[in-house]
């Protein structure tokens, strides 16, 4: 990465945030949480719009840090698990406007960064381009390390920082 200076000060209000924080405790892929898990994709977006003159790059960062944020443990086997993959896109967007006040733009790469699997919400700019890329090659990275290990999953009481609110939006996945 060329200019750490700039992707801290595009990071800074997400990285700080208690919710985004929350992440530490939920995980991604084996024994990564989602908290490491979107720091690396948006590090590696971030990487690849460097070498593009065309692309926001406040948008790819903030997008892609936000791109998994939908805040509930999604292992438990029943609904939530088959259909995780599907729904957390538009779930992370909808929270991430809700706490951050995303633009548009941001909105559309988190919605949209789950394609080809989401058939019908392809990226429609190439910031989105961008970090759906480089979420499939940390999440291929991240199973390549975590083979064979397993983590237990995360107890949705440990997961908020206390207020009550949070605490319910992070159990529920609201």
Do not use: Q
Not at 51 to 77: G, M, Q, S, T
Not at 83 to 101: C, D, S, V
């Amino acid at each position: 990465m060329k200019d750490r200076d700039l992707f801290n000060a595009y990071a800074k209000e997400i990285l700080e945030h208690e919710l985004f924080k929350a992440g530490k405790k939920i995980f991604s892929h084996g024994s990564i949480t989602i908290y490491d898990h979107s720091i690396a994709v948006a590090e590696r977006a971030f990487e690849m719009a460097e070498k593009r003159h065309d692309v926001d790059k406040k948008c790819v960062v903030r997008a892609a840090l936000l791109h998994d944020f939908f805040l509930y443990e999604w292992h438990i086997p029943g609904l939530r698990y088959v259909l995780h993959g599907w729904a957390h896109p538009a779930i992370a967007a909808k929270k991430a406007r809700e706490i951050f006040n995303i633009t548009n733009k941001e909105y559309s790469c988190i919605k949209t960064l789950m394609w080809p699997w989401t058939l019908f919400t392809l990226p429609r700019c190439r910031e989105g381009w961008i970090i759906s890329l480089a979420d499939k090659i940390i999440a291929l990275k991240e199973a390549a390390l975590c083979r064979g290990k397993r983590h237990t999953l995360s107890d949705p009481k440990t997961i908020s920082n206390g207020n009550d609110k949070e605490a319910a939006v992070v159990t529920m996945g609201l």
